[in-house]
């Protein structure tokens, strides 16, 4: 017998080292815990671990630490397990995951408990000579189900070779590595000097590298050429000898029917087309192979029809004799056919006669029956059953019907939020139905994030109060299933969800609904006040170098986030507003009568104070159920409702020029020529953007200081100064408790509450 197959993926000239160990017994990976090695190679060492939560063996891959370094790799690695993830053939090994721990890449595959093809041959094949050909067409057979599916997929093994099988206890031959080894060999290549890459097709030059493994490559493959899905179908033809024979078909090998006392010689045509040279004159899909396997295992895909009739008459016309020689194989016998009497449209043949009297009827046993159908039920809708080589699919009522052999039926059922079934159904041969004991997955903890902080999420008819990080946490079974939540401010949420048992955390994104655009507080006696939505942003402050108008009181230009939005009253609190808020009126200007003049007369305390215009507000807006909270603008605040936009010293696209611009009449109220001696009604001269009127001149308004929120500061100008000192910029510092003048007054803010 050969020596064990090769088990390289790539092998540079400068042979590297054996991968380490880079996880110990016990270190947890995501959500696996580390049991032990089971080996290691070119693609890094493979893990045994548990999955916690789940108490169920998966197999982990941990790749070598100098290609996660390679971001180039990891990209194209990422790609290519995702596409592999998405096999699902009962032949092919699953990869089920793909993280990083500790800076390290790792694949979480499905635990196959067999081992390898190459350890199976071992122990069934008999001493310098190869296994069962039975065995040999079953499992070849599998090999090539789980090939056609990837091949389907549009994905290539490259390497495939006894080692990159795997086989369950049940004797089912699974294919492992499909796809991934040829990614990290590619990386391998271009290090070892390869110029182009052998695997995307592209035409290569080399330094000596070889990819694969060279007893199991194809001559295009060998030859540095692109290899595409007929070079697995030869990977297939040397398994096949190899399984067979125990030998691998160097040079020109014999026939595996001379080696094999009793082989059947269609074996020989089957592996001469896999081996062919040109990949044109091999099987060109792996269905096309496995219908030729199935052929000679005695187990077709198809009936043939009328074609023994026709082979029949042809053999007759040639004179009754055909032989067909395979390279290498022994002359068959003769072949005699028997002349094939013609049917249709012929008289009937003379028969001898029949003696008188009643024919006696000759009792005879009932024939058994070959086949059973079982019909499987109380699945759940959309279970996969896997019976054989077949996969069949529950329907709405969680009902499958399976048919083979009589006998009991070894199956498998796959269910979403279940664990994995495997076992016989079909124990009571009389029965025509019968159920599977499935296990619901235990429920693990699922995180809900991106919520606010005083949402309400439900999930399953459960519901949680989100916590200040906005966050929930529930106890979840795989499934798909419906998350609902609720916030003030917020659009009602709802979304489906597909929860895997990888699944950790679920990113979340309410809506916020859009304040309103504008804010009306009943002041009594039939006064309302409308404030405006300024919404947040960012801008700057104060005056620049140069600036036309600078003044010494300007702050230095500076940049600002006004990161939540505000109310703003339209207008500077009028008198009458003033009155029907706090009970009283001290303005100068109260003689002229027309109480829509803002209210002057006001110092701090009047506002901030006991009694205050903001303690009534803020009863009013309690009383009224309205969720604000009255204040004072910062002055940073201030200037950028001002502005609403502008960077110029007027809010209307206008740079200070001289105290007396005549253009500055249609939106200022301030002194010009001999002076003004009282403010102007609101509302009478242009808004700025955003619906504030008055914000240049008429009254100064009380803000906070921004260079110290216990100071003070007058906003605005007013009428008795000129242009220069009523620009957005323009400011004026006072004493908090200083006494109250006939330009001071004020323009309140509403605070939306959070909750």
Known sequence: MDEPIERTVFTPRSQAAVPSEVFNAGDVVGQYKIEKVLGAGGMGVVYLAQHIALKKKFAIKVLPAKLAQEASFVSRFKREAEMVARLKDPHVVNVTDFGESQG??????????GGSLEDWFKLHAAKEKGAPAADVARIMGQILQGLSHAHKAGIIHRDLKPANVLMEKTGEAKISDFGLARVAAEE???KAGGTASPFQGDSVSTTGAIVGTIDFMSPEARNMRP????????????????????????????????????????????????????????????????????????????????????????????????????????????????????????????????????????????????????????????????????????????????????????????????????????LDPEAAEDTVPLELVPPHPVRFTGLPANAKISVNNDTLAVDASGAATFELRPGRLTVTATAPRYKDFAQEVEIQQSTQSVPLAMEKIPPPPEVVVDFGGGVLVKFKWIPPGSFSYGSKTGEPGLQRSDLPSTHAEITAGFYLAEYETTQQQHQALVGRNPSSSRALGDVTRPVEQIAWRDITGGGGSLEKLNALLKQQKLEYVADLPTEIEWEYACRAGTATSFNDGRNFSANDDPGLAGLAHYMRGAGLTAPSPVGKLKANAWGLYDMHGNVAEWTYNAKNPRDVVLRGGHFKVGAVHCRSASRIEVQASGRALDYMGYRLVLRPLEH
């Open 104 to 113: 390290k890449l790792y694949l979480v595959l499905e635990y196959v408990d």
């Open 188 to 190: 391998e290549y271009k």
């Open 227 to 426: 290899s595409d899905a007929r070079s697995d179908i030869y990977a297939v033809g040397i398994m096949t000898y190899y399984l067979l024979t125990g030998k691998k078909p160097h040079g020109l090998a014999q026939a595996a029917s001379r080696l094999v006392p009793g082989l059947d010689p269609k074996w020989d045509k089957f592996m001469a087309t896999c081996l062919a040279e040109d990949p044109a004159n091999r099987y060109q899909t792996a269905a096309a192979a496995l219908e030729a396997l199935q052929l000679i295992s005695g187990k077709p895909v198809r009936k043939s029809g009328p074609l023994v009739p026709v082979i029949a008459a042809v053999l007759v016309a040639v004179g009754g004799f055909a032989a067909w020689k395979f390279l290498g194989t022994s002359e068959p016998a003769p072949l005699v056919a028997t002349p094939i009497q013609a049917v249709a449209k012929s008289e009937p043949a003379a028969t001898a006669p029949t003696p008188a009297g009643p024919i006696q009827a000759t009792p005879q046993a009932p024939t058994a029956p070959q086949s059973r159908k079982l019909a499987l039920t109380g699945l759940p809708a959309g279970a996969q059953v896997i019976y054989r080589t077949r996969t069949q699919t529950a329907n709405a009522s969680g009902r499958v019907v399976i048919e083979g052999p009589v006998g009991t039926f070894a199956i498998k059922v796959r269910a979403t939020g279940y664990l994995d079934w495997e076992g016989e159904v079909g």
